[in-house]
């Protein structure tokens, strides 16, 4: 029978993910408190914070992702540590090879490019956060009770993501509509974007192969692109001209910040986009053969996707 593959989410990766996975024959189990469809696979609505159903749910998994995202920024604190605990909990339970998906927050602002072994410096709540989760399921598996494997990825962009995902999707959205953007930080940085398939290519190769246990990898990405390249080349590819970006002043944002929640958190991210904001997945590359998609070919299919959601 083929191996059971258990994957908590449903969203852009974790749905990626069911997919790749299931193309290859595995057996695919999506967990969502909705029991969302992913599209492949089996649906199971089970509420991941709870350890024990949860693991009752992902007995006999060769593998279990955790793709999941909590709520919006303002909710981290609370829904995160259950969530991330009942998963660790499951893996150890089930002896369930743990691989999650995390982001770059936990390196904080770094003078140059994020490397695996680049320290975790977190300037905000959301880093230390993930900081915090990470060394927890590294702690267990030094202390041999699970084995446990992170991937680490920049931005997400790809034409399955949706409009709302991000910051650079929303001022698409305007910009392949033919109207002006706003931004909230400077749009000539160079900035990596992680294409939502080299996310799933790299959490499916961490969870099959030791050698990735015991430690994070960064996904390996396309060089490094400003937000008003990235617009400008969307926009061409559905016949538009260059993008109309306007900024949001700072203070601005800090004010509102003061009163709306999700803008407080927001200001907490934005030296990402202030100064060069590089990730280097070479290591994973090197170690791997995971190789990033076409740049080229990841414009092409998202600029039509966006602009008809937009």
């Not at 999707?169 to 930080?185: C, D, E, N, Y």
């Not at 590359?285 to 996707?305: K, Q, V, Y």
Request: hydrophobic fraction near 45%; glycine fraction near 10%.
């Amino acid at each position: 029978m083929a191996a059971l593959h258990a994957i908590v989410g449903a969203g852009p990766v974790g749905s990626a993910l069911a997919a790749r996975l299931h193309a290859d024959g595995h057996r695919v189990r999506v967990i969502t408190r909705s029991g969302r469809d992913a599209g492949v696979g089996e649906a199971v609505a089970v509420d991941a914070s709870n350890p024990d159903d949860l693991t009752r749910c992902t007995a006999g998994a060769e593998v279990l992702y955790n793709c999941a995202n909590p709520g919006s920024y303002p909710d981290w604190e609370r829904e995160w540590p259950p969530l991330a605990a009942s998963i660790l909990t499951a893996a150890e339970r089930t002896g369930a090879v743990l691989v999650t998906m995390s982001n770059l927050y936990g390196y904080g602002p770094v003078p140059g490019p994020m490397r695996r072994d680049t320290p975790l410096r977190p300037s905000d709540h959301k880093g230390a956060l993930r900081v915090r989760m990470w060394h927890d399921a590294l702690a267990a598996h030094e202390a041999g009770r699970v084995r446990a494997t992170e991937a680490r990825a920049s931005d997400y962009f790809g034409p399955t993501l949706p409009v709302s995902h991000s910051m650079l999707a929303m001022s698409a959205a305007a910009t392949l509509r033919g109207k002006p953007a706003w931004v909230f930080a400077d749009p000539d940085q160079p900035h990596t974007w992680s294409a939502v398939d080299d996310v799933a290519a790299t959490l499916q190769t961490l969870g099959g192969d030791e050698r990735a246990w015991g430690s994070a990898w960064i996904v390996p990405s396309n060089p490094a692109q400003s937000v008003r390249q990235v617009l400008t080349d969307l926009g061409a590819r559905v016949g538009l001209g260059a993008p109309r970006l306007r900024r949001v002043p700072r203070w601005v944002l800090r004010a509102g910040g003061a009163m709306i929640p999700m803008l407080r958190e927001v200001n907490g991210v934005l030296y990402q986009f202030d100064a060069p904001f590089i990730a280097d997945g070479a290591e994973t590359t090197e170690a791997f053969g995971i190789r990033p998609t076409s740049w080229d070919a990841l414009l092409d299919a998202t600029a039509p996707a966006w602009r008809q959601r937009a």
